[in-house]
């Protein structure tokens, strides 16, 4: 079991890493923008392209492994993936993509927990970002 977490964590964890920047450099980006038309319309543009670029990454994660790419996103961005995606494509889109994510046992709302139940991936991601593992 653990062996596969470590191949889950590492298989994720590069996504999560990659979602964390894009984020990160959209809301800089959109805190220069001088009003609401031209950061609505960044926005817009901004979820094409997340779309278009991790839409087709995230169809070859298995269940597990969606799981835990949604604890690492919370983990890199301090933010839940549900309010990412709420930002990105409004409260509507979101609910209905955490009820879809629900059906396979997920939920974008996920917290990660380092201390507690999460305590093993945040031990391997350290391992993972030393170069140990």
């Not at 070859?60 to 933010?79: E, P």
Request: glycine letters at 6%; aromatic letters at 10%.
């Amino acid at each position: 079991e653990y062996t596969k977490l470590v191949r889950d964590v590492k298989k994720t964890l590069p996504y999560a890493n990659q979602v964390a920047v894009s984020i990160i450099e959209t809301y800089e980006f959109m805190s220069t923008l001088p009003n609401d038309k031209a950061r609505q319309k960044h926005m817009e543009e901004a979820q094409k392209y997340i779309m278009n670029e991790y839409k087709p990454k995230m169809k070859t994660l298995t269940k597990n492994q969606g799981k835990i790419l949604v604890k690492l996103i919370d983990r890199q961005t301090n933010s839940s993936a549900y309010d990412i995606v709420k930002s990105l494509v409004g409260g509507f889109k979101a609910t209905m993509y955490n009820t879809f994510a629900g059906l396979f046992g997920n939920s974008l709302k996920t917290q990660y927990d380092p201390d507690g139940k999460d305590k093993m991936i945040e031990r391997i991601v350290i391992e993972v970002e030393q170069g140990s593992l």
